[in-house]
């Protein structure tokens, strides 16, 4: 396999998972932390870095902090803080608008909808009521409101948030309930890739950032949900939940059953 000069070659951790799995004579005892997405007990070591081990799972393809290194909330909040998310900066909106752009065509006029995690500027709930839809805005930290929660919309953005998901199954099961059949779900976050050198890459060095998705694990998540999802750009994630009566997406094989969805009225 060739590979182009300043990247690593990709480390065989599939060959490693297929030989335990297969392998009667080796037990199958956990040494490492089971996949917060997909509870796959079985999951390998992807590296150590800034002080942090970070695990893979082969089944979703999820790659995961060492939840004993994750930051206290304390640290977490005051991380965010430093961040400078100012509805006016121009730059920002332009940031934002790799989303946004290609969302806004999808959104009947009217369609209202959550910002969720907004963080410590909501510039994204700006640009979308600036283009005519209502949005309301849900952070753990700064806008901590359950009472919208208890709502459903037609679609839900969720920026630079997914990467802080300590718990992302449940996380998504709750943006599932929050949609309306439908609505539409917009995530921007970061991608692995599997060439490069995870401890160099800046994404890991953000000591809140502690999931990291593969465009196979996006795929996977839509799979599980019945989603349908498409990628208007490398870091960008469209999906539809389908209208009452249309035919859901077929979920993965690993999946024998639907996942439950955290109904609005369930809290957080």
Not at 28 to 41: A, D, F, I, T
Not at 78 to 84: G, K, L, S, V
Request: glycine share 8%.
């Amino acid at each position: 396999m060739h590979v182009p000069p300043g990247k690593k070659q990709p480390v065989q951790r599939h060959c490693e998972y297929t030989r335990l799995r297969q392998n009667p004579l080796m037990p199958l005892r956990p040494v490492n932390p089971p996949c917060p997405l997909c509870h796959e007990s079985i999951t390998l070591t992807l590296a150590s870095a800034h002080g942090r081990r970070y695990f893979d799972c082969p089944r979703c393809r999820l790659a995961f902090m060492d939840p004993a290194d994750r930051p206290s909330p304390e640290a977490e909040r005051a991380r965010y803080d430093t961040h400078e998310n100012d509805p006016s900066d121009p730059g920002y909106r332009s940031f934002l608008s790799r989303l946004l752009d290609p969302l806004r065509p999808l959104l009947p006029p009217g369609s209202r909808g959550l910002d969720y995690g907004a963080g410590p500027g909501p510039a994204l709930q700006a640009m979308l009521e600036e283009s005519g839809h209502p949005t309301r805005i849900y952070d753990p930290f700064y806008a901590p409101d359950p009472i919208v929660l208890e709502d459903r919309y037609d679609f839900v953005t969720c920026t630079e948030t997914a990467e802080h998901f300590h718990d992302p199954e449940r996380e998504f099961r709750r943006l599932d309930g929050l949609l309306r059949p439908g609505g539409w779900l917009a995530i921007m976050t970061e991608v692995l890739d599997d060439q490069a050198d995870f401890g160099a890459w800046y994404y890991a060095r953000d000591p809140t950032h502690v999931v990291f998705y593969r465009r196979t694990t996006l795929e996977w998540v839509a799979d599980r949900h019945g989603w349908m999802v498409h990628f208007p750009h490398r870091n960008v994630g469209l999906f539809r939940k389908p209208a009452e009566g249309e035919r859901q997406c077929q979920g993965p094989p690993s999946s024998s059953e639907a996942p439950e969805t955290i109904r609005p009225d369930a809290g957080g």
